[in-house]
């Protein structure tokens, strides 16, 4: 028997057997069949990609949490602590303004809680601010599942957090120019304006950041992302900063005072 005589294989590919001459009905049969397997894969692997991404979106905001607190209690530190900065920028101006020839020396403190602390001549919150899980969530994706309103509330978060940030830097800097000031130096006009004009520059970064934070506190405020008001009072109870202003004797303003954001429309 040639190859030509052999009998045609039963078990040949689905597609092969596509043809009307078998039957309009069980072509069409074959057809549906084949539709149905292929729509019912695509939507199993539909549902579990969205089941996937659901996930990824819960620990996401169950992570961010964390991070929203944070940012909220370092912010009402900040809040707290103004009119304390505020106060010691007025006794270095006045000690800079009152000092003849030579610098009347502005003393120098250190925190007791922290094994060998940088000393300093003024004393202000210096926390690290950011939202590093929604970082993280943007550089891997699962940003972009949240709803709108929630992506818009974190950028808007993550944006005033990066804006103290950089307040913060410029502070920092100007905090170590000041430490010359515990030292007994020559006060000539030139030296007398630098120092003022740090202590000014350090007065208008100070006020930015206490802005910035209140803004960011009456929005966690009106969207129910705050942590409760004990948990605040708690932190702000083991302050190094607010510790210091209150053995100082030195002003500090409640927290309380920011009001939630208006509806967002």
Known sequence: MTDTDAPTSAHRPRWRRFSPSMGWRAFWSEIVIVVLGVAIALAANQLAEDWSWRNKVADGQARLLGDTERLFVRSAEHYAALPCIYAQLDGLARRVMDSSGTLAPAPLHADPA????????????????????????????????????????????????????????????????????????????????????????????????????????????????????????????????????????????????????????
């Open 114 to 265: 922290i094994l060998s602390s940088p000393t300093f001549v003024l004393r202000m919150p210096t926390r690290p601010w950011g939202l590093p899980t929604w970082d993280a969530l943007v550089a891997n994706g699962t940003a972009t599942h949240f709803s709108q309103p929630w992506q818009d509330r974190y950028a808007q978060l993550n944006d005033g957090a990066a804006q103290i940030r950089d307040y913060r830097m410029e502070s920092n800097r100007l905090i170590g120019r000041l430490a010359v000031l515990s030292y007994p130096i020559p006060l000539d006009a030139s030296t007398r304006r630098d120092s003022l004009v740090d202590i000014e520059l350090l007065r208008r970064l100070a006020g930015s950041t206490m802005v910035t934070s209140s803004q960011l506190m009456a929005f966690m405020l009106r969207d129910g992302i705050a942590p409760g008001a004990l948990a605040v009072d708690a932190y702000l109870e083991a302050s190094g900063t607010v510790r210091f202003c209150k053995e100082q004797g030195l002003p500090l303003a409640d927290w309380r005072a920011v009001a939630p954001a208006p509806p967002a429309r």
